[in-house]
Every structure is written in C-alpha cells, then in structure tokens.
C-alpha cells in the first residue's frame, strides 16, 4: 500500500524496518524524493518525533541551511521531500535512526505504482520553507524551477534485500524490574525552570521497530527505541564537570573483563555485578549495579552499541534524541560527549539521583565508530558512586 502524501508516487526506491522512501513528483512535475514513516509506526508518538528530530538534524547541519522542500510530520505517514539529486539525503533519514535500510530492486516487468494522492488540507500553492519544522508544522513542496533528470535504479548487484514492504508488528514490550530501566515508573520532578513534572506511565517499556528477516539470530543493530522522556536539545555548553570524584587506590574497587559486547575492562564499586540483558550484533546492554552501604539498590544500564558510518553530528544526534534521559536538559561534556543529572526523580516514593552520560569514541585507530550509554540511579546520597563510574569510561575511552 502507497503511502498518503500530496505528491504523485512513481517508485519506491528503498525501504527499511520503519519506512521507506520513494521517487515522486509534485503537480508542477518536478521531480523529488520523498522519505515517509510507515503508517504503523507512526502511531507511536515517539517514533514520530524521532523522524522530525531527525530530519532537523540534519537539515541544521547543512551549511547552506535547509535542504529539504517540504515536510509534514503530524501526517497520517509523516514524509518530508527533498529534490531527486538529495536521494541520499532522504535515505541518511533512516540510517541515522540506526535502521537497516536497503535499495529495492528494480525488475522490468514490475507494474507502474504511480498513483495521485492529495490530503484535503494541501495548499493549492506551494511556498519554500526556510527553517527546520516541528512536529505540529506542515509545509507544502516548494518550486524547485526545473526539472531535474530522473534517477537510475539502483543496480541489483549492488542492493541487499530490502525488508518487508509492510510494517510488521511492534513486538509487545518486555517487562522490566524496579531498577532495570530507571525510566520506568518514575515521576521526574524537574525544580527548576519553572517546576516543570513529568509523569512516566509505569509498567511499560517503549516498542521497538520490527527487525528485517535475517539469517542471523541476533536482531540489527538500532538505537534505543523511542524513549518515554527523551531529553531536551539541543546540549546547552558545558564541559565535563571538574568536580565528578574518580577512583582511588583506597577505594575498594573491583575490574569486570570479558563482558559480552564490551572490548574494555569496566570498573566498579564493591558488591556490583553485571548482567547482560540484551545482545545483538554490533549491540550488547547490561544492567550493572549492586546495593548500598544501607541495602538499597543502585545502577542500571551500561550499553555498548556500533554507531553506523558516517559516525558524524547528525547520526550522533539522532541516536541520542532515542535515548530515555527523564525528560531532563542535555549539557555538553565535549565534542562527541553529552549528559544529565538530577537529584530529583521519585522512584518508589523515594528521592534518587540519575545520571545518563551518552558519549562516541574510537575502538580502534580509525573513525568515531562505537557509542557507549551510562544510565544509572542511586539514593541521593550515593551520586559520588555513579559519578566514579562516568569517570572511569570517560578515562579509559577517550570521549
């Protein structure tokens, strides 16, 4: 089934777990292609705006502004256009999500799929747009003042299978427990900035777009689903704070080696386990903690995760807007590095620290290429603990 967009739809060109993007043309026949999220997907808010950050990103870090000619993301399908020569412009939307997004083959005796559709709102007359768009926005395609040529299929030599035409079913969520996932039933109470309170539907983990068939039994690669309370960007400036307490050798401390996933030795407190809970290929999460001095339980997450090539800005932001951060304000901690703290989440009725520390190094002597994801609470009184973790990766990885 084709897609709703107010363009006519000649091919679709490629597709991944979550989308697809497509050759078209608008009512003045220029030429364009088009990136829309699967209807199905879609109906998580939380993917929807994943799309539109995405595409923000993207577009802020062209340096002659803007590259797409129309969007609209509060769409049935959300989609956003770009010029036809912009293809891998409209392809890198998905790839920056972390999907595992294929050419389609093109067979000559596949059956034309253009076909009109025109939502009732559209404007009859396009305007430009001249500044990234938010999710309750919509633009019409601007005019592009030419034709441009078309495309040449991509050769199927070249192509992998793409996945399945239609969306498959979000898997239902695994449940979790009480620290596991700290997002999960907490009341995040921000103090600042106005007394701003988000409340966490407890209970639920957010879904996860469907994996391509594999011959693999390990799913691909992808970002942390869409988060319950992702947090704000962009990063205010900030640099790593000074005053974080690190390990001594009085400290009694104790080195986890060969972890599934994780290439570097991982320092911890004393009485600390780590447990993986998930593994795929190019991805590998353990949940790490232990109890306190007074028997209450601290950690949560330490993940592990390829960041696909190109590793640059706009793959790094789109991969850390999918990352749960309790709804609090991103600051930066170096060029590939950014976190957030607070001493004000509720868990349990309790008051808890939280930390999340999202950061890109080097596994080897090449590019950006991994992203590790500290997430972790604690009685208030324990920060310092979590604190000497974050240190300790920032140390021993280089971001």
């Keep these: 089934m084709q897609p709703v967009v107010p363009f006519q739809l000649i091919a679709k060109l490629g597709a991944c777990q979550i989308g697809g993007v497509w ?42 502004g803007p590259t797409y000619v129309g969007a609209d993301f509060s769409a049935a399908t959300p989609w956003v256009a770009y010029p036809q020569e912009l293809l891998p412009t409209a392809e890198r939307t998905f790839l920056a999500l972390g999907m595992s997004y294929a050419p389609v083959v093109a067979h000559a005796d596949d059956p034309p799929t253009a076909e009109r559709h025109v ?129 001594t050798p009085a400290d009694r401390i104790h080195t986890v080696t060969g972890m599934d996933g994780v290439s570097f030795p991982v320092r911890l407190p004393p009485r600390w386990r780590c447990t993986l809970v998930e593994r795929a290929d190019g991805l590998s999460r353990h949940r790490c903690g232990g109890p306190s001095d007074s028997g209450e339980e601290l950690g949560g997450e330490l993940v592990v995760r390829e960041c696909p090539a190109p ?48 950061a890109y190094w080097r596994s080897g002597d090449g590019d950006i290429d991994q992203q590790v994801v500290l997430r972790m609470t604690a009685p208030v009184t324990n920060a310092n603990l979590l604190r000497r973790v974050a240190n300790y990766l920032r140390d021993v990885l280089l971001f």
């Design 23 to 64: 050759s078209a043309v608008d009512e003045n026949e220029h030429s364009l292609v088009v990136a829309v999220l699967d209807a199905g997907v879609a109906g998580e808010p939380r993917w929807r705006d994943a799309f539109a950050a995405t595409t923000n990103a993207i577009a802020q870090s062209a340096s002659a």
């Design 119 to 247: 939502q009732p709102d559209a404007a009859p007359t396009p305007r430009p747009t001249d500044r990234p768009l938010t999710t309750a926005e919509q633009t019409p395609p601007a005019r592009l003042g030419r034709t441009l040529p078309p495309t040449d299929p991509p050769s199927p030599s070249d192509s992998p299978p793409h996945p399945p035409a239609e969306p498959l079913p979000l898997r239902p969520p695994p449940r979790a427990g009480r620290w596991a996932l700290p997002a999960i039933g907490l009341i995040v109470g921000l103090l600042a900035g106005g007394g701003l309170v988000l409340l966490v539907d407890p209970g639920t983990d957010p879904p996860r777009p469907p994996a391509a068939a594999s011959a693999s039994p390990l799913p691909p690669p992808a970002p942390t689903s869409a988060p319950l309370s992702p947090g704000l960007e962009p990063p205010v400036a900030g640099r790593w704070p000074a005053g974080w307490v690190r390990f």
């Design 311 to 358: 590793c640059d800005g706009p793959r790094q932001t789109a991969m850390r807007t999918a990352e749960e951060a309790w709804g609090l304000q991103w600051v930066h901690c170096g060029p590939t590095c950014a976190y957030a703290e607070t001493s004000s989440l509720t868990v349990d009725g309790a008051r808890r620290y939280g930390l999340v520390v999202v």
